[in-house]
């Protein structure tokens, strides 16, 4: 069956530590997505990638960093810089980077602070 | 450019009616609703188009009023499958809107009681 598998469920970060949250689709969708999702603050966007070799920043990009090399993967790397990184994270994507498509998402990771 | 969603929260007796709402200050493309459960992926519901008409998926249907930027989401005959969060999505048309990417209220946190 396709969808988007992210790896771990969950993840205990350390003081000072990175974590790399992964994120895989077997949908053949060109646009990929992570969220940031905090009890009643919605899911707010950390960075974006419309097609292979390329993102961009969302509206909480601080003290995340991530990559696209290849199509079905869009690891996020939770850095030292993030003081806050304790949340749900989710993957999302859609088929085509322009409007009007669906968004489809994984089952999220849960990170926490050791 | 969040957009806002009334109420916060609902409750509910099965089979009782209820009606979200999810409104802009920036013209909209489209709007998004999606469902999620505690601890899950959010799920996609419906999309509602510029010049679109109202969409429906068995007793949860939807509107989008272009002129005032709004939206609704109805819930007819609530079930108990229906308790969790719903979120709205925009996409706008506005300057300096990013094509493709939505923006997602706070949720209104539904809950049917049996």
């Known amino acids: 069956d396709g969808g988007i598998t992210q790896s771990p469920k969950y993840l205990f970060r350390k003081e000072g530590q990175n974590v790399t949250l992964s994120c895989e689709q077997n949908l053949n969708h060109d646009a990929m997505y992570w969220y940031r999702q905090d009890p009643g603050q919605g899911l707010r966007l950390i960075y974006y990638s419309q097609i292979v070799n390329d993102f961009q920043k969302g509206d909480i990009a601080e003290g995340y960093s991530v990559s696209r090399e290849k199509k079905e993967s869009f690891p996020l790397t939770v850095t030292s810089a993030q003081k806050n990184p304790t949340a749900f994270y989710l993957c999302?994507?859609?088929?085509?980077?322009?409007?009007?498509?669906?968004?489809?998402f994984g089952d999220g990771t849960r990170l926490s602070i050791l | 450019q969040q957009p806002v969603q009334s109420p916060q929260a609902v409750i509910l007796r099965e089979g009782e009616d209820a009606v979200i709402n999810c409104s802009s200050s920036?013209?909209?493309?489209?709007v998004h609703w999606y469902r999620q459960k505690h601890g899950e992926a959010p799920v996609f519901l419906m999309i509602?188009?510029?010049?679109?008409e109202q969409k429906g998926h068995e007793k949860i249907s939807a509107s989008f009023n272009e002129k005032k930027q709004q939206s609704s989401l109805y819930l007819t005959a609530s079930q108990l499958s229906y308790s969790g969060t719903y979120f709205c999505?925009?996409?706008?048309?506005?300057?300096?809107?990013?094509?493709?990417?939505?923006?997602f209220g706070r949720g209104t946190q539904l809950t049917v009681w049996p």
């Open positions: 999302a994507s859609k088929e085509e980077p322009g409007l009007n498509q669906p968004q489809h």
């Open positions: 999505g925009t996409e706008g048309v506005h300057r300096g809107s990013t094509l493709g990417r939505l923006y």
């Open positions: 509602l188009l510029k010049g679109g």
């Open positions: 920036k013209a909209l493309y489209s």
